[in-house]
C-alpha cells in the first residue's frame, strides 16, 4: 500500500534531518522557556494529557521518542514512579539539558536519555510497555517508517501516543492562529530565540496532514483502535493509538 504521507504537497515545510538536528541543537538552550512563552503555559498540560492516555502499568519500561529535554520522561515517572523509560533524541545539545534534568530529579536510575534516530531504532522487538512522542513526529521525514519502527518495538496491545502541534480547522480558531503564528510568534522569538525556527515550527503545523489523514498513515503502519482527541481548539491533537 502507498504512503500517502510522502505524496509532494506543494508547500511541504518538511527539512533534512541533518539540519532538523542542528536547529534543535541551536536553540535547546531557550527551547523550554520560549514554549512555555509561546504556550502560555499550556505546553504542561498538553503533556501531562498524552501520558495520562498512555496507561502506564506498574513497573513498565516506555519509549519516548523525540526525548528533548526530559520533560516527557520526568511525567511519566511522576504518574508512575515504577516505571522505566528511554528516550531518544537526534539533538545532543537538547539531551544534555535533559540529562541535567533527570539527575536534579535524583532519577538516572529510571531515566535513559540517549542519541537515537527513529528510522532505525537499536531496540529489539516487543521490547516496550508503549511509547509516546511529543511535538516531534511533524519533523520525521519518512513518518511511515518512523511510525512502523515504534510498533516493531511494542508489544501487542501496548499504546502509542502522540502529542502534536496541529494547524486549527474552524473557521473562527484558524485565522486567529494564523495571526499569532505570523506576528506574534516572530516577535517573541526575536527577543529570545530564533526566529527562523519558530517560522519553521509555525510552517511546519501548517503543512502537517489532517488528523484524518494522519490516522490513516497510523492505520497503514500496521496500528489499531486509532483516535484522534483536540484539545486547546485543535492547536494540539492527540493520536492514541495500540500495536496489534
Known amino acids: ?38 504556550s502560555l503555559g499550556l505546553d504542561a498540560y498538553w503533556r501531562r494529557r498524552g501520558v495520562a492516555l498512555l496507561d502506564t502499568k506498574p513497573e513498565g519500561r516506555y519509549l519516548d521518542v523525540g526525548a528533548g529535554t526530559g520533560d516527557i520522561a520526568l511525567e511519566i515517572l511522576r504518574q508512575r514512579p515504577d516505571s522505566r523509560v528511554v528516550g531518544i533524541d537526534p539533538s545532543r545539545n537538547m539531551l544534555e539539558i535533559g540529562w541535567r534534568k533527570v539527575e536534579d530529579a535524583g532519577l538516572s536510575d529510571r531515566i535513559s536519555l540517549e542519541e537515537g534516530d527513529v528510522l532505525n531504532l537499536r531496540f529489539e522487538d516487543a521490547s516496550f510497555d508503549g511509547a509516546i512522542t511529543s511535538f516531534c513526529i511533524r519533523n520525521v521525514t519518512h513518518r511511515r517508517r518512523g511510525l512502523e519502527e515504534i510498533r516493531r518495538v511494542l508489544k501487542s496491545g501496548s499504546r502509542f501516543v502522540i502529542v502534536e502541534l496541529t494547524e486549527p480547522r474552524g473557521p473562527v480558531m484558524q485565522p486567529l492562529f494564523r495571526i499569532y503564528a505570523r506576528v506574534v510568534m516572530p516577535l517573541v522569538t526575536r527577543i529570545l530565540s530564533s526566529v527562523s525556527a519558530y517560522r519553521y515550527l509555525a510552517d511546519s503545523m501548517a503543512d502537517f496532514p489532517a488528523p484524518e ?32
Open 1 to 38: 500500500m502507498a504512503d500517502t504521507d510522502q505524496r509532494p504537497r506543494p508547500h511541504d515545510s518538511l527539512i533534512p534531518a541533518d539540519q532538523n538536528r542542528a536547529m534543535f541543537d541551536t536553540i535547546a538552550g531557550y527551547y523550554d522557556g520560549t514554549n512555555r512563552i509561546l
Open 213 to 244: 489523514v494522519f490516522s490513516n498513515l497510523m492505520h497503514e503502519a500496521g496500528y489499531v483502535n486509532i483516535q484522534t482527541i483536540h484539545v486547546t481548539g485543535g492547536i494540539v491533537t492527540l493520536f492514541v493509538a495500540e500495536a496489534p
